[in-house]
């Protein structure tokens, strides 16, 4: 049994392969490194673990329990709203209808793992010339349990 948190590497590989318009996709360590959104290359997102937690159930016998995993996908996307007069979410529409398709109802090959669902988006910063965009979504594996 793997006692480790879920792997975003699973979420990463999953936008790679099915998200083909993204440059890049990258984790938690390349996000943290950017110090301000002009370092934000276009079209990349960034997967990043928000929260796990156990289900409020005891372990089953054997020590195995449920662990609810959350994690976000960040987009950064050129803002033209100021050069083409519109809003700065029609430019970034399709590229988060894309994320959100190949990742809504995607079960990840985890233990216990169940269908992702989407719980929120939200437009983090801006500014004129780049836009980041947050997804949030939801599964589940279960860690723990006898070797």
């Given at each position: 049994m793997n006692s480790g948190p879920f792997s975003m590497g699973l979420v990463i590989e999953r936008l790679r392969a099915q998200v083909p318009t993204l440059q890049?996709?990258?984790?938690?360590?390349?996000?943290?490194?950017?110090?301000?959104?002009?370092?934000?290359r276009p079209d990349s997102a960034f997967v990043l673990l928000a929260r796990e937690r156990g289900d409020g159930e005891p372990p089953k016998a054997g020590g195995r329990q449920r662990a609810l995993v959350t994690f976000g996908v960040v987009l950064a996307v050129r803002n033209y709203r100021d050069q083409v007069g519109g809003e700065a979410l029609d430019e970034v529409s399709p590229l988060i209808a894309q994320v959100r398709a190949a990742l809504m109802g995607w079960t990840p090959s985890v233990d216990g793992g169940r269908?992702?669902?989407?719980?929120?988006?939200?437009?983090?910063?801006?500014?004129?010339?780049?836009?980041?965009?947050?997804?949030?979504?939801?599964?589940?594996?279960?860690?723990?349990?006898?070797?």
């Amino acid at each position: 049994m793997n006692s480790g948190p879920f792997s975003m590497g699973l979420v990463i590989e999953r936008l790679r392969a099915q998200v083909p318009t993204l440059q890049s996709v990258e984790g938690t360590a390349q996000y943290a490194a950017i110090t301000n959104l002009r370092e934000f290359r276009p079209d990349s997102a960034f997967v990043l673990l928000a929260r796990e937690r156990g289900d409020g159930e005891p372990p089953k016998a054997g020590g195995r329990q449920r662990a609810l995993v959350t994690f976000g996908v960040v987009l950064a996307v050129r803002n033209y709203r100021d050069q083409v007069g519109g809003e700065a979410l029609d430019e970034v529409s399709p590229l988060i209808a894309q994320v959100r398709a190949a990742l809504m109802g995607w079960t990840p090959s985890v233990d216990g793992g169940r269908p992702c669902q989407w719980l929120q988006g939200d437009v983090l910063d801006y500014d004129d010339s780049t836009l980041l965009w947050s997804d949030v979504f939801q599964t589940q594996h279960f860690i723990g349990g006898a070797p």
